[in-house]
Nanobody, 124 residues
Framework: QVQLVESGGGLVQAGDSLKLSCAAS????????MGWFRQAPGKEREFVAA????????RYKDSVKGRFTISRDNAKNTMYLQMNSLKPEDTAVYYC?????????????????WGQGTQVTVSS
């Protein structure tokens, strides 16, 4: 059974950094795509970043480019999201997701597997 477990969320001040982790288990992910999504109160879940497990290629939401970095550790089956220069508008529950196809991964709500989410709160 596939499991995705996020960790690393917390309460920080604007300008601070956080690093989220997503530990994956239950199958081999070396041909899959994984990504991060977030959902703020009263808003729809939105795509943040994605990474290919095959070649490490990445894609980002425009508003996080230059501040967030997605990465993976194949040996640990773990994905990361380094978040720098955090802003209050980054406040949300952050979810990791995994899917064999890139199209299904980046379309919110259609990825095959999801984690339970981790709260990130950025105070001004």
């Amino acid at each position: 059974q596939v499991q995705l477990v996020e960790s690393g969320g917390g309460l920080v001040q604007a300008g601070d950094s956080l690093k989220l982790s997503c530990a994956a288990s239950g199958r081999t992910f070396n041909t899959w795509f994984m990504g991060w999504f977030r959902q703020a109160p009263g808003k729809e879940r939105e795509f943040v970043a994605a990474i290919s497990w095959i070649d490490g290629s990445t894609r980002y939401k425009d508003s996080v480019k230059g501040r967030f970095t997605i990465s993976r550790d194949n040996a640990k089956n773990t994905m990361y999201l380094q978040m720098n220069s955090l802003k209050p508008e980054d406040t949300a529950v952050y979810y990791c997701a995994a899917d064999p196809t890139y199209v299904r991964l980046v379309r919110p709500g259609t990825a095959a597997y999801w984690g339970q989410g981790t709260q990130v709160t950025v105070s001004s």
